[in-house]
């Protein structure tokens, strides 16, 4: 999608507070996959974690950092993940459900159709 559509939208993923770091809560599958971080006390380290998760992930689109009181999670509910589409007019012009189960680029994908189309009427 960010391929096909990134000449006309602006891509970008938001790294907010770790979901399951090893003083928190862990996942096995994570371990399984050696994946083990704490959650991150200084933007610093909150940064050099989302680098190693864009890069193990190989995230191609721009990676923004939440602040460490979470304000953007907080305030758009992304926690742990969720689909947005912020309208050329700056108001939220598609809210996907909380992540992972809804996590659904198709719908996303749909949203930013029918707001391309908008504009060219």
């Known amino acids: 999608m960010h391929d096909r559509y990134r000449s006309r939208v602006a891509f970008f993923v938001v790294y907010v507070k770790e979901a399951h770091p090893e003083d928190g809560w862990v996942l096995e599958n994570n371990r399984d996959q050696k994946i083990a971080v704490m959650d991150p ?37 992304g926690w742990p993940d969720r689909l947005y589409l912020i309208g050329k007019d700056g108001r939220v012009a598609f809210q996907g459900d909380e992540g992972p189960f809804g996590f659904k680029p198709a719908e996303l994908e749909r949203a930013i159709e029918k707001e391309l189309n908008k504009r060219k009427r």
């Not at 992930?57 to 953007?72: A, F, G, H, K, T």
């Open 41 to 77: 006390t200084t933007l610093g380290a909150r940064a050099e974690v989302a680098r190693s998760c864009a890069a193990r992930l190989e995230i191609r689109m721009p990676v923004l950092i939440d602040s460490l009181d979470n304000r953007i999670a907080s305030q758009y509910g």
